[in-house]
C-alpha cells in the first residue's frame, strides 16, 4: 500500500539549500537539515517542535500566495502554477514528517498534538483551495494554456492544479463553500479517529493460551514469540497470541486447537464493532454521509462518481464491471475449494460445517497433501535479511541499483534501518528506511510513503548568484509489521509476507527511480488505480525459481532452497486463489457499495448494510471480506476511498505488464529499461494510459490476470 497523505503542493527542495530564519535553530523542523543527503534529523526533533514549526509554514504558504495575488504582472506558469507549487515547502514538510511518524511510531506525545494539527492543516487546506482570488489566478493562467506552448509535464501539472482547485470548491457559491469547509474539517477529524481506534481495537486483544498442549501444530517460531510476548507483559508460563498478521494468519493456518482459532478468528474480524470506547459504526455512518453530501454539492450522484472521475477508471460503473468480470469465476473457484475442504473435514471424521476460521487450517492441510507442501518447510529459506537481499539483487539485475547501508543517517526509530540507493555508476539515487517490526505504537498493515518527492528545483547559489537547476533526490521509507526475532532466531516470513516485502519494495522503486520536475506529479503522486501497477508487478519476481535460487537459503545451513521445492512452490501459486480473490473483491465491492449510495440520510445499521451488500453479490458464508467495515482503513482513513477497487484494477495491469518480461526474459534489459523510462520515471506527467501503452504496445488485457490465477 502507498500511504497517502494530502498535501497543499509538495516543494521541498529549499530546505537543502536555506535556513529558515523564524526561531533561529532552536527548532530543528525551522533550520537547514544538516545531516547526511539532507534527510530529517530525526534525534533532535520533539513532539512541541511541530505546532510552532506549522504555524510558521503555514505563515510563509500564506504569504507566498499572497505575492500571487497582489502581483500586477499577467499571471503565466512560472509566476502562478510554479509558484504556488513550491509554495508550501515548510508547512507540507513539517505535516508530512509528523504524519508519518505519527503513523510509525504513535507516541503519547504525538496523539496528543494530532486533534490540533489535523484541526490546523484542514482549516489551511480550506483556506487555499476556496480562495476565489487565487483560483482567479490560476483560471487565468488555464484558460490561456493552448496559447502557452507547455511540455506534457507542465502541461498535466496546470490541470492537475486548475482541477484540484475546482474539485475542492472553486467554483461553489459562498453559502456551498462553508458547508464543504465544515464538511471537510469534520471528516479529516473522523478519519483521524477512526484510524486511532483500529490501532487500539488490534493492540488490545490478546489471547492467553496457559498449556503447550493447546499450541499444538503451531510453528516453534510462532510459540517461542508467544513465550516472549507474555513475559513481557507479565505472564511469564504462559503464550499470549496477538492480532499482528505475523501471529494470526500462522496461528489460523496451523493450530489445531479448534476452539482457539475461533477465538483469535473472531477477536481480529470483531475489531471496533464491540460497542465500546473504540466502536467505529457510528464514525463509519457519518463518514458516508459527509462523503455523499459532498459529492452532491459538487453536482454528483454519489461520492464514487466524484472519486473516480480522475482516476484511470473514470466512473464507479467501470470499476464495478472490471470487478464483477472476476468476481463470478472466482466465486465459482472459491465454492469448489469450500466443498473439498467439506470433503476433507468430513472424511476426517469431524461432523460440523466449515467455518471462516477453519478455511486457513484445512487449506493448508489440503496444499500439503495435494502439492507436499506446508509453511514449516518453507520458513528456514525465508530469512528477512535474505528476502531483503533477494529484492535487492531483483532491482540490481532490472535497474542496476544498489543499496549501501549507511549508520551514520538518523532514523526515527532503533528498528529502523536506512541505506543510501545508487545507480550501477554511483550516481546517488535516494535514500531508503526500512523498518520491519510491529511495535504497539505502529499502525497496521504494511506501506510505503516519503519524507521527500523526487522534483527538479532552481536554486540561487550564494557566492556567484548564479541559478541553477538542482534535481532533489527522494527519501522513501517502507513500513511492515513482522513479529520481532524470538531467543537466537532471525525472522522468518512466509510467503505471504515475502510477497509483501517485494509488492512494497515496487512502490518504493517509483518513489526511488522518479525522474520529473514537479513533486506534486512525481513518483508515486499517481491516481490509486496506477499507483498499484509499479508494487504488484514486483510481487511476479518473488516466487519466480530463478529468482528463488538467488535468495532463498535455509538461515542455519546456508544451502540454497532444493529444486524440488522450487517446483512445488512454482506448482501450487494457483491454489487456493477462489478464496483470495473473493474476499479481497467482495471488500472492494463493500467500499463501492458504500461510496455509490446516493441516500443522505444517516446509516440505521452499519453491520446490516454489510451485511446486505455480501448477500446481494452471493458472498458464501465462509469467507469474510479481506477488510469489514468496522476496520477497513483503506477507506476511512488510508485515501482509497471508493478506491479499494484499486487493487484489482492494477492487477490486470500488472498481469498484462509482466507478460512482456515473459516474452523477452525476465530481467531483460531492454523491456526492464522502457519500465523504467514509461512508468517508473513518469509520474503523472501525461495520460496514464498513454503512459501504460508506450511501454506494453497495447491497451491492458484482463485475460492474463484470469490465467495466472487459474480463474480461466
Given at each position: 500500500?502507498?500511504k497517502i497523505?494530502?498535501m497543499l503542493s509538495?516543494?521541498f527542495a529549499?530546505?537543502?539549500?536555506?535556513?529558515t530564519?523564524s526561531?533561529?535553530?532552536e527548532?530543528?523542523?525551522?533550520?537547514?537539515?544538516d545531516?547526511?543527503?539532507?534527510?530529517p534529523?530525526?534525534?533532535?526533533i520533539?513532539?512541541?517542535?511541530f505546532?510552532?514549526a506549522?504555524d510558521?509554514?503555514?505563515k510563509?504558504?500564506?504569504?507566498?500566495i499572497?505575492?500571487?495575488?497582489?502581483?500586477n504582472a499577467?499571471?503565466d506558469?512560472e509566476?502562478?502554477?510554479?509558484a504556488?507549487?513550491?509554495?508550501?515547502?515548510?508547512?507540507n514538510?513539517?505535516y508530512?514528517?509528523?504524519e508519518?511518524l505519527?503513523a510509525?511510531?504513535?507516541?503519547?506525545?504525538l496523539?496528543?498534538i494530532?486533534?490540533e494539527?489535523v484541526?490546523?492543516v484542514s482549516q489551511?487546506?480550506n483556506n487555499?483551495?476556496l480562495?476565489?482570488?487565487?483560483?482567479?489566478?490560476?483560471?487565468q493562467?488555464?484558460?490561456?494554456?493552448n496559447?502557452?506552448?507547455?511540455?506534457h509535464?507542465?502541461?498535466?501539472l496546470?490541470?492537475?492544479?486548475?482541477?484540484?482547485?475546482v474539485?475542492?470548491?472553486?467554483?461553489?457559491?459562498?453559502?456551498?463553500?462553508?458547508e464543504?469547509?465544515?464538511i471537510?474539517e469534520?471528516?479529516?477529524?473522523l478519519e483521524l479517529?477512526?484510524e486511532?481506534?483500529?490501532?487500539?481495537?488490534?493492540n488490545?486483544?490478546?489471547?492467553v493460551?496457559d498449556?503447550?498442549?493447546?499450541?499444538d501444530?503451531?510453528?516453534?517460531?510462532?510459540i517461542?514469540?508467544a513465550a516472549?510476548?507474555?513475559?513481557?507483559?507479565g505472564?511469564e508460563?504462559?503464550y499470549v497470541f496477538?492480532l499482528?498478521?505475523?501471529c494470526?494468519?500462522p496461528?489460523?493456518?496451523?493450530?489445531?486447537?479448534?476452539?482457539l482459532?475461533e477465538k483469535i478468528?473472531k477477536?481480529?474480524?470483531?475489531r471496533c464493532?464491540?460497542?465500546?470506547?473504540?466502536?467505529?459504526?457510528?464514525?463509519?455512518?457519518?463518514?458516508?454521509?459527509?462523503?455523499t453530501?459532498?459529492s452532491q454539492i459538487?453536482?454528483?450522484?454519489?461520492y464514487?462518481?466524484?472519486?473516480?472521475?480522475?482516476k484511470?477508471?473514470?466512473t464507479?460503473?467501470?470499476?464495478?464491471?472490471?470487478?464483477l468480470?472476476?468476481?463470478?469465476?472466482?466465486?465459482q473457484l472459491a465454492?469448489?475449494?469450500?466443498?473439498?475442504?467439506q470433503?476433507?473435514?468430513?472424511?476426517?471424521?469431524?461432523?460440523f460445517n466449515l467455518?471462516?476460521?477453519?478455511?486457513?487450517?484445512y487449506a493448508e492441510?489440503?496444499?500439503?497433501a495435494?502439492y507436499?507442501?506446508?509453511e514449516?518447510m518453507?520458513?528456514?529459506y525465508?530469512?528477512?535479511d535474505?528476502?531483503?537481499?533477494g529484492?535487492?539483487?531483483?532491482?540490481l539485475?532490472?535497474?542496476?541499483?544498489?543499496?549501501?547501508?549507511?549508520?551514520?543517517?538518523?532514523?526515527?526509530n532503533?528498528?529502523v534501518?536506512a541505506?543510501?540507493?545508487?545507480e550501477a555508476?554511483?550516481?546517488?539515487?535516494?535514500?531508503?528506511?526500512l523498518d520491519f517490526?510491529?511495535?504497539?505504537t505502529?499502525?497496521?498493515?504494511?506501506?510505503?510513503?516519503e519524507f521527500?518527492?523526487?522534483?527538479r528545483t532552481?536554486v540561487?547559489d550564494e557566492?556567484?548568484?548564479?541559478t541553477?537547476t538542482?534535481?532533489?533526490r527522494?527519501?522513501?521509507?517502507?513500513?511492515?509489521?513482522?513479529?520481532?526475532?524470538?531467543?537466537?532466531?532471525?525472522?522468518?516470513?512466509?510467503?505471504d509476507?515475502?510477497i509483501?516485502?517485494f509488492?512494497?519494495?515496487?512502490?518504493?522503486?517509483?518513489?526511488?527511480?522518479s525522474?520529473?520536475?514537479?513533486?506534486s506529479?512525481?513518483?508515486?503522486?499517481?491516481p490509486?488505480d496506477?499507483v498499484e501497477l509499479?508494487?504488484?508487478?514486483m510481487?511476479?519476481?518473488a516466487?519466480?525459481?530463478?529468482?528463488l535460487?538467488?535468495?532463498?537459503?535455509?538461515?542455519?545451513?546456508g544451502?540454497n532452497i532444493?529444486?524440488e521445492l522450487i517446483?512445488?512452490?512454482?506448482?501450487?501459486?494457483?491454489?487456493?486463489?477462489?478464496?483470495?480473490?473473493v474476499?479481497?473483491?467482495?471488500a472492494?465491492?463493500?467500499?463501492?457499495a458504500?461510496?455509490?449510495?446516493s441516500a443522505t440520510?444517516p446509516?440505521a445499521?452499519?453491520?446490516?448494510?454489510e451485511?446486505?451488500?455480501?448477500?446481494?453479490?452471493?458472498?458464501?458464508?465462509q469467507?469474510?471480506?479481506?477488510y469489514?467495515?468496522?476496520y477497513f482503513?483503506?477507506?476511512?482513513?488510508?485515501?482509497?476511498?471508493?478506491?479499494?477497487?484499486s487493487?484489482?484494477?492494477?492487477?490486470?495491469?500488472?498481469?498484462?505488464?509482466?507478460?512482456a518480461?515473459?516474452?523477452?526474459?525476465?530481467?531483460d534489459?531492454a523491456?526492464?529499461?522502457?519500465?523504467?523510462?514509461?512508468?517508473?520515471?513518469?509520474?503523472?506527467?501525461?495520460d496514464?494510459?498513454?503512459?501504460?501503452?508506450?511501454?506494453?504496445?497495447?491497451?491492458?488485457?484482463v485475460?492474463?490476470?484470469?490465467?495466472?490465477?487459474?480463474?480461466?
Amino acid at each position: 500500500m502507498k500511504k497517502i497523505i494530502f498535501m497543499l503542493s509538495l516543494g521541498f527542495a529549499l530546505v537543502l539549500y536555506n535556513c529558515t530564519k523564524s526561531n533561529s535553530c532552536e527548532n530543528p523542523l525551522l533550520c537547514r537539515y544538516d545531516t547526511p543527503f539532507g534527510v530529517p534529523p530525526f534525534n533532535q526533533i520533539k513532539p512541541v517542535h511541530f505546532i510552532p514549526a506549522l504555524d510558521e509554514g503555514i505563515k510563509q504558504q500564506n504569504a507566498v500566495i499572497d505575492s500571487i495575488i497582489s502581483s500586477n504582472a499577467v499571471p503565466d506558469f512560472e509566476n502562478t502554477i510554479v509558484a504556488f507549487e513550491f509554495s508550501g515547502e515548510l508547512f507540507n514538510r513539517v505535516y508530512l514528517t509528523f504524519e508519518n511518524l505519527r503513523a510509525c511510531d504513535a507516541t503519547d506525545s504525538l496523539d496528543a498534538i494530532s486533534e490540533e494539527i489535523v484541526k490546523k492543516v484542514s482549516q489551511h487546506s480550506n483556506n487555499i483551495s476556496l480562495n476565489a482570488n487565487l483560483f482567479n489566478k490560476i483560471k487565468q493562467v488555464y484558460d490561456r494554456k493552448n496559447e502557452l506552448d507547455l511540455n506534457h509535464e507542465q502541461l498535466m501539472l496546470l490541470e492537475k492544479t486548475y482541477k484540484d482547485f475546482v474539485r475542492n470548491g472553486a467554483n461553489l457559491t459562498e453559502e456551498q463553500k462553508t458547508e464543504i469547509r465544515q464538511i471537510n474539517e469534520r471528516l479529516s477529524l473522523l478519519e483521524l479517529e477512526f484510524e486511532t481506534k483500529v490501532r487500539n481495537e488490534t493492540n488490545a486483544f490478546q489471547l492467553v493460551v496457559d498449556n503447550i498442549e493447546d499450541c499444538d501444530g503451531l510453528p516453534q517460531s510462532i510459540i517461542d514469540v508467544a513465550a516472549e510476548t507474555a513475559k513481557a507483559r507479565g505472564l511469564e508460563g504462559k503464550y499470549v497470541f496477538t492480532l499482528d498478521r505475523a501471529c494470526i494468519f500462522p496461528f489460523l493456518q496451523t493450530a489445531k486447537n479448534r476452539d482457539l482459532r475461533e477465538k483469535i478468528f473472531k477477536g481480529y474480524i470483531m475489531r471496533c464493532d464491540n460497542n465500546n470506547a473504540d466502536d467505529t459504526k457510528k464514525n463509519i455512518a457519518e463518514q458516508v454521509v459527509l462523503r455523499t453530501k459532498k459529492s452532491q454539492i459538487f453536482g454528483y450522484e454519489n461520492y464514487a462518481e466524484y472519486a473516480l472521475e480522475n482516476k484511470m477508471a473514470k466512473t464507479p460503473e467501470a470499476a464495478k464491471q472490471l470487478l464483477l468480470q472476476i468476481w463470478e469465476p472466482a466465486l465459482q473457484l472459491a465454492k469448489q475449494e469450500a466443498a473439498d475442504i467439506q470433503r476433507m473435514i468430513t472424511e476426517s471424521g469431524e461432523k460440523f460445517n466449515l467455518a471462516p476460521w477453519d478455511w486457513s487450517y484445512y487449506a493448508e492441510k489440503i496444499r500439503v497433501a495435494k502439492y507436499s507442501l506446508n509453511e514449516e518447510m518453507l520458513l528456514p529459506y525465508f530469512s528477512l535479511d535474505n528476502v531483503v537481499h533477494g529484492v535487492f539483487d531483483v532491482a540490481l539485475k532490472l535497474y542496476g541499483l544498489q543499496f549501501v547501508k549507511r549508520n551514520d543517517i538518523p532514523v526515527y526509530n532503533d528498528d529502523v534501518v536506512a541505506y543510501e540507493v545508487q545507480e550501477a555508476d554511483g550516481k546517488f539515487v535516494g535514500i531508503l528506511y526500512l523498518d520491519f517490526y510491529v511495535r504497539p505504537t505502529k499502525g497496521v498493515g504494511a506501506w510505503m510513503t516519503e519524507f521527500r518527492t523526487q522534483h527538479r528545483t532552481a536554486v540561487k547559489d550564494e557566492k556567484t548568484s548564479e541559478t541553477k537547476t538542482i534535481d532533489v533526490r527522494p527519501i522513501v521509507s517502507l513500513v511492515y509489521n513482522f513479529a520481532r526475532p524470538a531467543a537466537d532466531k532471525p525472522v522468518l516470513l512466509n510467503i505471504d509476507e515475502v510477497i509483501t516485502v517485494f509488492h512494497e519494495f515496487g512502490h518504493a522503486l517509483n518513489g526511488l527511480l522518479s525522474d520529473c520536475t514537479y513533486p506534486s506529479i512525481a513518483g508515486v503522486n499517481t491516481p490509486t488505480d496506477f499507483v498499484e501497477l509499479p508494487s504488484q508487478i514486483m510481487e511476479n519476481w518473488a516466487l519466480l525459481p530463478e529468482v528463488l535460487s538467488m535468495y532463498a537459503r535455509h538461515y542455519k545451513t546456508g544451502e540454497n532452497i532444493p529444486a524440488e521445492l522450487i517446483s512445488k512452490i512454482t506448482e501450487s501459486k494457483k491454489f487456493n486463489q477462489g478464496f483470495n480473490n473473493v474476499e479481497l473483491l467482495a471488500a472492494s465491492l463493500l467500499d463501492m457499495a458504500y461510496h455509490t449510495r446516493s441516500a443522505t440520510e444517516p446509516l440505521a445499521d452499519v453491520n446490516k448494510f454489510e451485511q446486505d451488500e455480501m448477500q446481494k453479490i452471493g458472498l458464501i458464508p465462509q469467507i469474510v471480506p479481506r477488510y469489514r467495515s468496522t476496520y477497513f482503513k483503506h477507506i476511512f482513513s488510508g485515501g482509497y476511498t471508493a478506491g479499494y477497487y484499486s487493487y484489482r484494477w492494477s492487477a490486470v495491469l500488472d498481469a498484462d505488464a509482466f507478460e512482456a518480461f515473459a516474452e523477452k526474459g525476465y530481467f531483460d534489459k531492454a523491456t526492464a529499461t522502457s519500465f523504467r523510462k514509461n512508468i517508473l520515471e513518469r509520474g503523472y506527467t501525461d495520460d496514464l494510459m498513454k503512459l501504460y501503452v508506450n511501454f506494453r504496445g497495447h491497451s491492458p488485457n484482463v485475460y492474463p490476470l484470469l490465467k495466472r490465477e487459474g480463474l480461466k
